[in-house]
């Protein structure tokens, strides 16, 4: 499996100026956008597609793995100062994050956030390098049976996890899947939903639907309360990095968050906010002073920020070896691949392995380098927090349409733009969560295919569809996941009655 | 402003209305030629996944219709005051007429217009945001037009 070859072509690829130079733009972009309050690393990689239209594809994937990377730990400086979270992923960080800055203590703050995300960060490349060649060699074994096994375990967990209504999250996960029907039938070339316009005859445009999705209804939330202003004290804002002595205590919350957010991360759907709430969460429950947290002590920051930082690696195994989006965010990513022509899935470590080594080394590089830009950036990107929400909107929505007109000159596109992202506004402001419907409308094709071919194979029978070792397995671990938490708790009630 | 009670049944409501006529249109799904016959008729699918839609916007109709609630959003609303719908919903109709002005116009009136009709949207007064969100709008043109080569008509 191992190419030295191609190590040698990526070592000297990710050497170039050009590419160094946009690891560090990537860094510095995705933490930007990061700390504006809602625009998160889903909009932050879609804001960015336009640029690497004419990139070669290692530079590109580069700049968009720094930007996720660091729009991510660029949510948790809005979190700790001012109390908004930049992302979902730092909501769990406000509570103990914004204590600690209330109490003059924000540098401590920061330097626990930033740590915590580093080794978030390194720890999830580390069983990204590990974990997704293995998966990739199984994965070329897959057939329908099991990518349809798969399909069907990523689109119930994130119904599971997205929103509080179990039907209002099914609902918008089948909706996403409904959307991807519309087009030429890949399998027998029938006209369906095409409405008589040739435009429809490929389907509706991931990009376009994924950015309309997230950047526009965020504007058009964002619109709606433009009016509020943003005023924190910079004195508290230096980042104190914790000592060693500091770190050895949160080892234990360090390294347990650490395995969630990885975990959580390659569960195909799941995204960085639920990795964050899961690790607060466990921390809590296995602290011995649990009424501490939420008070502004240092595990309530460190477990968040290592395990929302761990989900970026987690998330991208099941991207890149089987083509399933671990995360809202890397849908787009997925979607950014496919514009360079890449197909994300067990071929693509045989196809390209220039760019898997590139992929894993530049996330080192991006963690290594996100502590010193932190370090050095951090007070004069916490000035944005002031940005007034009124000149975001506005700018935001321009770039998105002029974003998605240049990927193909199309007005169409444009459209595609405006109404996923009026659908998404009306469903979000109705208390539905968009998770479940972006990852369903990338998850759609994916879905029916492999039911199709699997009850072509089978001769109708649904039973054939469990006699696939791989398959039945992963049915088995979704039974399992859907089952764990109330078998967990009827346990905890049924001991503490004892 | 507007309970999640009520938006939530309507939008439940015509979920369930499209959806029927989705359903019907898949009705009318043929292949045609050699392929007709290969495989599972195209309308399986789509209405497979419809026929679920429907199912989750039924119950969603019940929870909201008998428990008055989903998810725990019992006494909520949509909008938190008037000021934020006004706000939100001018700021959709200005995207929508921005984009049908670029289609009609072509992109600098578009982009010329974009700015200043959100900030009114929004009930912006100061002059000085007007002129930083036209100053960006130019950057956002200039960088697309000269640095990427982006034909902006």
């Not at chain 1, 509570?95 to 080794?119: C, N, P, V, W, Y």
Request: net charge positive; glycine share 12%; aromatic share 10%.
């Amino acid at each position: 499996m191992f190419d030295l070859n191609a190590l040698m072509i990526s070592l000297g690829l990710l050497a170039d100026p050009l590419t160094i130079t946009l690891l560090v733009v990537g860094i510095v972009l995705g933490m930007i956008i990061g700390i504006l309050p809602g625009l998160g690393p889903p909009i932050a990689i879609a804001l960015a597609l336009p640029f690497t239209f004419y990139m070669e594809t290692i530079p590109s994937m580069i700049l968009l793995l720094g930007i996720y990377s660091a729009a991510i730990y660029g949510g948790s400086i809005s979190a700790i100062a001012v109390g908004i979270p930049g992302t979902g992923a730092a909501i769990a960080t406000v509570q103990d994050g914004h204590k600690m800055f209330k109490a003059g203590r924000g540098g401590e703050a920061l330097g626990f956030s930033l740590t915590g995300s580093i080794i978030g960060g390194l720890f999830s490349v580390v069983c990204l390098v590990v974990i997704s060649p293995l998966l990739a060699s199984l994965a070329v074994k897959f057939g329908p049976r099991e990518y349809l096994a798969i399909s069907v375990f990523g689109l119930i967990v994130v119904v599971r996890v997205a929103g509080k209504s179990l039907p209002k999250g099914l609902l918008m996960g089948t909706l996403g899947i409904f959307l991807t029907t519309w087009g030429l039938d890949e399998l027998n070339g029938t006209e369906r939903f095409t409405f008589g316009t040739y435009h429809l005859y490929e389907g509706l445009p991931l990009v376009p639907f994924l950015v309309g999705l997230f950047a526009v209804s965020e504007v058009l939330i964002g619109s709606e309360r433009a009016l509020q202003k943003t005023r924190f004290n910079m004195d508290s804002l230096k980042v104190k990095l914790p000592g060693l002595k500091t770190l050895a205590g949160l080892k234990d919350v360090i390294f347990r968050s650490s395995i969630i957010g990885t975990i959580i991360g390659i569960i195909p759907g799941e995204g960085a906010a639920v990795g964050a709430f899961f690790a607060y969460s466990e921390a809590k429950r296995r602290s011995k002073t649990p009424e501490a947290y939420g008070t502004g002590i240092p595990e309530g920051i460190i477990a968040p920020e290592t395990a929302n930082n761990a989900t970026v690696g987690g998330a991208l195994v099941p991207t890149l070896t089987l083509g399933v989006p671990g995360s809202p965010a890397a849908a787009v990513l997925l979607g950014a691949l496919l514009i360079q022509g890449l197909t994300p899935g067990p071929k693509l470590f045989s196809d390209r392995p220039d760019l898997m080594y590139a992929i894993f080394i530049g996330l080192f590089v991006i963690n290594i380098l996100m502590m010193f830009i932190g370090l050095l950036a951090i007070r004069f990107a916490a000035r944005l927090i002031m940005v007034p929400t009124s000149v975001i909107v506005p700018t935001v929505l321009l770039l998105s349409f002029v974003g998605i007109y240049s990927v193909s000159y199309s007005f169409f596109n444009v459209g595609v733009l405006m109404g996923a992202g009026i659908l998404g506004y009306v469903v979000r402001k109705l208390g539905y969560s968009i998770a479940p419907l972006s990852i369903g409308f990338v998850l759609g094709p994916i879905l029916e295919n492999s039911l199709r071919q699997s009850l072509t194979i089978a001769d109708g029978s649904f039973v054939e569809f469990f006699n696939s070792p791989i398959g039945l397995t992963i049915y088995a671990t979704l039974v399992l996941t859907i089952l764990w938490g109330p078998i967990i708790s009827r346990i905890r009630k049924n001991s503490t009655k004892a | 402003m507007l309970s999640q009670r009520i938006a939530n049944t309507v939008f439940a409501l015509l979920v369930i209305l499209i959806s029927f006529y989705f359903a019907w249109i898949a009705e009318g799904f043929e292949a045609s030629g050699l392929l007709a016959s290969s495989g599972l008729p195209s309308k399986f699918f789509p209405q497979l996944i419809l026929g679920t839609i429907i199912a989750c916007a039924i119950i969603t109709c019940y929870l909201y219709g008998i428990k008055g609630e989903a998810g725990g959003d019992a006494g909520e609303t949509v909008f938190d005051n008037a000021g934020d719908a006004r706000r939100g919903i001018l700021m959709l109709i200005v995207s929508v007429v921005c984009y049908l002005s670029w289609r009609s116009f072509g992109f600098i009136p578009m982009a010329i217009l974009l700015g200043p009709l959100s900030l009114l949207a929004m009930g912006i007064k100061q002059p000085y945001i007007y002129a930083t969100v036209w100053g960006l709008t130019g950057c956002v043109y200039l960088i697309f037009t000269y640095l990427l080569g982006i034909q902006l008509v």
